[in-house]
């Protein structure tokens, strides 16, 4: 156990120098993993394959250094003051991706969206928050609507949420997850994708996920097609409190029962399944694979639970409003290191202070979601509607669905699955038709699911369907 054990930390260590000095090995690697592949023969997007290139670990550094600067980005902290409190942070931070969107040729237009929180359990007096939200809007008039976010959070505290004067350098929470979508910005602003992208960093996560419950509200009134959501929320370190350093692994957590699911949907989960093919489910395995292709020397565990325990984050409020959402999180957390008072004891450094960061580490968790993000924005819708049929008991399988009504439609192809698989294992394209049906094939014994494809070979994340009659 311990030889296996130090054997993979040596592999571990040998896989992220090579990541830090020679980005062609990715490249390779992409190759490599590619011709794996079990589930169908792809062909690499190149602009995808850039964007993880472009993105810089020392951008990533800069700006969390910078964060860190400000002294406390407390919530409930100065907002006037240039130099330090969570103003400042808003500031900066607003100059930045408003600079980011200078390369946009006008798509990417940067927002203050403020707003005034009143008491809550850590709110002592109504208080004004400002989330940052940069909007990088499709090219195609079909995808324009259909919105992806990533976020992290810029506010941070120390052992009180409340206490707005004591230093909370939040270097991992949140500098890290907000580093990386600022870096993803950056390089990302320049580039057309067919779908809509936001690139936001929010407030009042420590105070109860409050920036990222107003967007997400706001989003919900106005009808606005949020198609995911990818929280980063401590991506700083490699370095768990446990002694393992893991620099090739980052967590994505998806629930897997809807939080919002109806009575209705619940019945019909208890009685063929579906506990384990929500959207976010879905999104997780989507994350994964995009992963294998682009960035292969990083590995994406999946986590089967909405959140780690006593923690949440700002995905839960997306979640509740019937948004696919995941959070990203570094393998192993060192709890010395998150919300705790900067202080020396018992010779044992506390505090959440840049020297803890492996911002190489947090380069390559960014370059996951920016592959991801841009596969999705690059792809057609996932199907709308998808069903089994079940009017009749029969050992074949027929599946129906709403035709996608982009131009470069391609067509679809149908995924399966053993119940107990946890990706898909198997693809059959089917052409361009909205139903199918598989012979021979009992949707008893195998989860189906079907996904589009446009002519470039960008491919949607799966619809799991739901039963008909
Ligand atoms: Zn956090």
Redesign the pocket.
Known sequence: MQTRLLASIVFSLILSACLQFDLNWVDAQTRQSRSARTTSARTTNKQIAQIVREIDGRNIEKTIRKLVSFGTRNTLSEQNNPNRGVGAARDWLYAEFSRAAEQSGGRMTVEKQSFLQPKAARVPEPTMLTNIVATLKGTQPESEARTYVVSG?YDSMCTSPTDAKCDAPGAN??ASGTAAVLEMARVMAKYEFEATIVFMTVAG??QGLLGSTYFAEQAKQKHTDVEAMFTN??IGSSLGGNGVHDPVTVRVFSEGVPSNESPEEANTRRGVGGENDSASRQLARFIKETCQRYVPGMRVMMVYRRDRYLRG?DHIPFLERGFAAVRFTEPNEDYRHQHQNVRIENGVQYGDLPQYDDFNYIANVARINAAALAALASAPARPKNAAVVTTRLTNDTELKWDANKEPDLAGYEIVWRETTSPVWTNTRAVGKVTSFTIKGMSKDNFFFAVRALDTLGNRSPVSFPRPVR
Do not use: F, L, Q
Request: glycine share 12%; hydrophobic share 10%; no cysteine.
């Open positions: 959070h929470d949140d996560e420590e929320d401590i984050g």
